[in-house]
């Protein structure tokens, strides 16, 4: 089972990008996909999550509102539609998945897979 993030790049703040995240394996509906996000001399740090159907999400207080994840189980597919994007909001965006109760969400521990990380760029 492999993750594999795309769709990052530069944009102006105030700007939207797409990220997705490609699931491979016959497991997709045991999942649970998140996505994180971690800037230079930051920590990793929760961004949003969702659950196997698709109706449970999570996001961080910080892109609430401007943030929507989605996921489209017959193509193994997630996406994080990122809106009013804000210089703050530049990092390498990672898709982590999780077979775990959702419980404690925004912890990385909690989620055994990961991508390789898409790099976001947001200028003023």
């Known amino acids: 089972v492999q993750l594999q993030a795309s769709g990052g790049g530069l944009v102006q703040a105030g700007g939207s990008l797409r990220l997705s995240c490609a699931f491979s394996?016959?497991?997709?509906?045991?999942?649970?996909v998140g996505w994180f996000r971690q800037a230079p001399g930051k920590e990793r740090e929760f961004v949003s999550v969702?659950?196997?159907?698709?109706?449970?999400?999570y996001y961080a207080d910080s892109v609430k509102g401007r943030f929507t994840i989605s996921r489209d189980n017959a193509k193994n597919m997630v996406y994080l539609q990122m809106n009013e994007l804000d210089p703050e909001d530049a990092a390498v965006y990672y898709c982590?998945?999780?077979?775990?109760?959702?419980?404690?969400?925004?912890?990385?521990?909690?989620?055994?897979?990961w991508g390789q990380g898409t790099l976001v760029t947001v200028s003023s």
């Open positions: 969702v659950g196997w159907s698709g109706s449970d999400t």
């Open positions: 394996g016959r497991t997709f509906l045991a999942y649970a």
């Open positions: 982590a998945a999780t077979t775990r109760p959702l419980g404690r969400y925004y912890t990385p521990r909690l989620y055994d897979l």
